[in-house]
């Protein structure tokens, strides 16, 4: 297997955390020599994993990893960021989670540089022949960790948007509706009270003797058709007014209610967070 520096940086340069790893694992590298043998370097992680197995999670973590970096050790690194991993995921730490991946960035480039066939040097914290299984170690607990930030980011922004407070309504529709209706009622209530005053014209002059014949006919006619003018100005005044009044009535309250919470929004809404509170509202 074999691992190139153009794939090295790519890894190394994900996430703020890890930026820079790449410079640091050759700086590591390229500093004096603290194991020259995968006999002693595996000695030295031995006592190192021992003296940390007493300690709280907290401190064994924090001395885990000073002790991966005092000695050049990406056996170790990987060992820090396998725990940092575990411990974030408990407590769904993004920023916990950046610097698990920030330790197996470095043991990463560290693996990939003494795979190097033109690297000589004379840290040989490790066995050559295990190289590639420490490599691909590494680049499954890069793939877990920005696995683990994406599931944990998404929960957040999913947690928010269940938490945000669906848009008040403010009855504007049922105000047009009952404007419209409403006038719809007056005009055929005027309707209607046209046709009544022009029916009794009519009336009168059917009932006039001195009035026959043709003439008799034409204000029969007019009476008529002054009479369905009242009736349907009657009816759509009845409609109008029996449905556009009370939707006015009920959009005006739903208007006032919107603007009472519009009002009060602005009050702070404290949410619990993993590392802390989330502070929403509007001001």
């Given amino acids: 297997m074999r691992v190139g520096g153009a794939k090295r940086i790519r890894r190394?340069?994900?996430?703020?955390?890890t930026v820079g790893c790449a410079a640091l694992a050759w700086t590591?590298?390229?500093s004096p020599v603290f194991a020259n043998s995968p006999s002693k370097a595996e000695q030295a992680r031995v006592s190192v994993r021992e003296a940390v197995g007493a300690l709280p999670p907290n401190a064994a973590l924090e001395r885990l990893a000073k002790e991966a970096y005092r000695l050049k050790d990406p056996l170790l690194l990987l060992?820090?960021?396998e725990e940092a991993?575990?411990?974030?995921t408990e407590i769904e730490d993004v920023e916990a989670l950046g610097r698990a991946r920030a330790h197996v960035s470095v043991a990463f480039d560290m693996l990939a540089y003494l795979q190097d066939p033109r690297v000589k040097s004379r840290w040989v914290p490790v066995e050559t022949a295990d190289l590639p299984a420490h490599i691909d170690r590494a680049d499954t607990l890069l793939?877990?960790?920005?696995?683990?930030?994406d599931e944990i980011r998404a929960a957040r922004a999913a947690a928010l948007v269940a938490t945000a407070e669906p848009p008040p309504k403010t009855g504007r529709g049922r105000l047009v509706s009952g404007a419209v209706l409403t006038a719809v009622g007056i005009s055929g209530a005027?309707?209607?009270?046209t046709g009544a005053l022009l029916g009794r014209q009519a009336q009168n002059k059917i009932d006039d003797p001195s009035i026959y014949g043709t003439t008799w006919d034409e204000w029969d006619t007019k009476g008529r058709n002054a009479n369905l003018m009242s009736f349907v100005g009657a009816g759509a005044a009845?409609?109008?007014?029996?449905?556009?009044i009370p939707l006015i009535v009920s959009g005006t309250k739903a208007k006032r209610r919107a603007e009472e919470r519009s009002a009060t929004s602005s009050?702070?809404?404290i949410l619990p967070q993993p590392r802390g509170l989330l502070v929403t509202g509007r001001f």
């Fill in 12 to 17: 190394a340069r994900r996430g703020s955390a």
């Fill in 28 to 30: 590591l590298c390229a």
């Fill in 79 to 81: 060992d820090a960021g």
């Fill in 85 to 88: 991993l575990a411990r974030a």
């Fill in 143 to 149: 793939r877990d960790i920005d696995a683990r930030i």
């Fill in 190 to 193: 005027a309707l209607g009270l």
């Fill in 238 to 244: 009845a409609v109008g007014l029996i449905v556009g």
């Fill in 267 to 269: 009050a702070l809404r």
